[in-house]
């Protein structure tokens, strides 16, 4: 599984972002939009959500439960400091996408026992194949993502990260730097095992 992050570049609207992203093949789409005004997001988010609602595509945002409510989006992922993922289940619902970043085993499974449904491992976690070793020794199958939302992902990285366990990559931000983004796309998700 690829999460697409779309955030906003000098190259393209988030909207011309979403539209390679979906033309490359991408099933679920993120919005990370850190800093920029709500009013911003509320103007620019309405063709992403058209086009992922036309499409088929999951689109969840970053840290932004009132948005990922008004917009009507599949849900919301948190980092760790933000919102209480536990607490967001019961505002949220049974329906919606609920992720959160984590650093642990521990957490991980207390996120799953909490109907969360995924977690994410981000950079700062430095030994990624022991913490999901241990979730998975727990009896805890919650899926973990490697979570690298500037990562364009590399054939050697995803090697890695596939070799580590992880069950899906959210990321790629910088693949809309490349020359033909949507080819990449298209190339990250035949290069996923079929693990992630």
Not at 96 to 104: F, K, Y
Not at 126 to 142: T, Y
Not at 153 to 170: K, N, P, R, T, V
């Amino acid at each position: 599984m690829l999460q697409v992050v779309i955030t906003p570049n000098d190259n393209y609207s988030l909207a011309e972002m979403a539209q390679m992203a979906v033309e490359g093949g991408a099933q679920w789409l993120q919005l990370r939009v850190p800093g920029l005004p709500d009013d911003e997001v509320r103007e620019a988010a309405p063709d992403v959500v058209a086009l992922c609602r036309e499409a088929g595509i999951m689109l969840t945002i970053e840290n932004d439960v009132a948005l990922a409510r008004e917009l009507e989006l599949h849900g919301v992922f948190v980092h760790r400091g933000a919102e209480d993922p536990v607490k967001l289940r019961e505002t949220l619902g049974a329906e919606a996408i609920i992720g959160a970043e984590v650093t642990d085993a521990g957490r991980a499974c207390a996120l799953a026992d909490a109907d969360i449904d995924y977690v994410a491992l981000g950079d700062s976690v430095k030994d990624a194949k022991s913490v999901i070793d241990a979730i998975r020794a727990a009896g805890c199958h919650i899926p973990v993502v490697a979570y690298r939302p500037l990562s364009a992902f590399s054939d050697e990285e995803i090697a890695l990260l596939s070799a580590d366990g992880f069950s899906g990559l959210c990321g790629g931000a910088e693949i809309f730097s490349e020359a033909d983004p949507t080819g990449r796309i298209r190339a990250i998700i035949a290069e996923l095992k079929p693990n992630l």
